[in-house]
């Protein structure tokens, strides 16, 4: 069992930053593909970004160009640097690993965008 904790969410007004980071309880040098997804208010999941073992990247259209994802292999860390923050960036976000074909996520960190 994989588990993946995120952190760094939070309030920030339109226009702002935030970097979101999920700790893997294991190597993420194991895990196939890793991604971050989201959910807002009475909307289906969505991805956001995914990061393959080798680092190549993939963006949802709606967050190219203000967000980042990477990964730090020796500490077992997932990245996501978000900027130009929008209101409708509100949701949770979910961290996301695939270990095996097994996908294991964590439990999510809200993230709001408010004036």
């Known amino acids: 069992q994989v588990q993946l904790v995120e952190s760094g969410g939070g309030l920030v007004q339109p226009g702002g930053s935030l970097r979101l980071s999920c700790a893997a309880s294991?190597?993420?040098?194991?895990?196939?593909?890793m991604g971050w997804y989201r959910r807002a208010p009475g909307k289906q999941r969505e991805l956001v970004a995914t990061?393959?073992?080798?680092?190549?990247?993939n963006y949802a259209d709606f967050v190219k160009g203000r967000f980042t994802i990477s990964r730090d292999n020796a500490q077992n860390m997932l990245y996501l640097q978000m900027n130009s923050l929008e209101p409708e960036d509100t949701a949770v976000y979910y961290c996301?690993?695939?270990?095996?074909?097994?996908?294991?996520w964590g439990q999510g960190a809200q993230v709001t965008v408010s004036s």
């Open positions: 294991a190597s993420i040098l194991s895990a196939r593909d």
């Open positions: 990061i393959t073992r080798g680092g190549s990247t």
């Open positions: 996301n690993a695939v270990y095996d074909l097994i996908s294991f």
